[in-house]
């Protein structure tokens, strides 16, 4: 087959076969096919889209780059979920141990930022030694031991989705359905699940921007998972404003601590709680309480341990990672919160350096945002909307119009 013409297939809007998707994904895979060319595919797909028949190829074709997981029989029923991507998304680190805490399996694969989003794999690579990369000899022996691990795609699971993720996150080719649909079901396919809940975020944070969109990626995804014998649920949650009060990477985790530990805030304890009852068979009451009396909290720590993270670190999280520069971003008249815009914040988030502009970047796990208002809280003038974390003065000034502009008061 000639890449070339796969590409101009795709740019003029026809329909890829599963062969020619196959070899695609196997060519880029294999490292015969450049990033140049997957590069010019992917915005083709982004513009052209694919139908529920090409997606389906695509996702097979994802999975099967690497292998399937396996479980031994009898072993406790397999479930996860996997969030389509929200600013300050702290959820899976609490969502994980929570759901493990059941008599099930968490065999959680997970992704690194994308676009304006975190990534749970650089959430956690924040925590000083902590492994992402666990062989799945060593992952399956984790989950037999404490019922959860939280890994990424490696050279043998998803290697596809590990190399075409980081391509569509510098390429500005992640909002496109048929890729996302790819991208979430060729990893929790390849977990070989019973049961699986997606959080499906909408609204300006995410890159499905209206719940009808939203609705279709769904509905998209449902088909796939159904369709392969994963029982699939789904929630369809707002991103307007950043979950919870805090974005980047050591200060999501210090976030999630907190509610690991009982004391979070709201909207992120209650979407947590909610995605958990649509998968767990656990009454909500007592996912509550694992939440509250240290169950999850004790889980995590063990998954930590497990994954040569220093547990001893996650309680003073933000003094390991610190950024030298913590500026307020100071209200400008009094009043009431109206918007918390999350995709500016997202944005700043990724200027300041907490996400990837080239795929060769470091992250700097210590830069974001906390203490972020909500929308709907009082602010006198002057009062701090948020407090700004930076490595220098450029990268703050570079940052603060555009969090001024995220921020509206009535
Ligand atoms: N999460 C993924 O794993 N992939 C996407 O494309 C978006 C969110």
């Known amino acids: 087959m000639h890449v070339p013409s796969l590409i101009e297939k795709k740019r003029d809007g026809h329909k890829l076969t599963a062969e020619e998707i196959k070899f695609l994904v196997e060519g880029f895979t294999d490292g015969d096919i450049p990033e140049y060319q997957m590069s010019a595919w992917a915005m083709a797909v982004f513009f052209r889209g694919m139908n529920a028949v090409e997606t389906k190829h695509l996702t097979e074709a994802m999975m099967n780059s690497g292998r399937v997981l396996k479980y031994p029989k009898d072993s406790p029923p397999k479930i996860d979920k996997h969030s389509t991507g929200g600013v300050g998304d702290k959820v899976s680190l609490v969502l994980a141990p929570l759901l493990a805490c059941d008599d099930a399996w968490v065999p959680m694969i997970s992704g690194r930022g994308l676009g304006i989003t975190g990534g749970t794999l650089d959430k956690l690579e924040s925590i000083p030694g902590f492994n992402v990369n666990l062989d799945d000899r060593r992952a399956l022996k984790q989950l037999d031991k404490i019922g959860v691990f939280m890994i990424g795609q490696t050279s043998d699971i998803c290697p596809a989705d590990k190399k075409l993720y980081a391509l569509r996150d510098v390429t500005g080719t992640v909002p496109s359905q048929a890729l996302i649909v790819a991208s979430v079901m060729s990893k929790k396919l390849a977990e070989n699940l019973d049961r699986l809940v997606l959080d499906v975020k909408f609204g300006s944070g995410a890159f499905m921007k209206t719940r009808k969109e939203a609705e279709q990626l769904a509905s998209a995804m449902t088909e796939v998972g159904e369709g392969m014998g994963v029982t699939t649920a789904h929630l369809l949650s707002p991103m307007d404003e950043p979950l919870g009060r805090n974005v980047g990477n050591a200060l999501e985790v210090a976030e999630a601590v907190e509610v690991l530990q009982g004391r979070g805030p709201d909207d992120l304890t209650k979407l947590i709680v909610d995605l958990a009852e649509k998968v767990s068979k656990t009454p909500r009451k007592k996912l509550q309480a694992r939440l509250k009396d ?23 999280i933000t003094e390991e990672h610190r950024a030298p520069i913590v500026e307020p971003l100071k209200a400008k008249k009094r009043g009431k919160v109206k918007k918390m815009d999350a995709e500016l914040i997202g944005r700043a988030s990724v200027l300041l350096g907490g996400g990837r502009q080239t795929s060769e970047d470091q992250i700097d796990f210590a830069v974001g945002m906390s203490a972020i208002k909500k929308i709907g809280e009082d602010v006198d003038l002057g009062e701090p909307l948020m407090m700004v974390h930076a490595r220098t003065e450029t990268s703050l000034n570079t ?9 509206a008061i009535q």
């Open 294 to 316: 240290g169950t999850t909290w004790k889980k995590f720590i063990s998954m930590v341990y497990a994954q040569d993270g220093d547990a001893t670190t996650l309680e003073k």
């Open 399 to 407: 940052v603060l119009p555009m969090l001024q502009k995220a921020v």
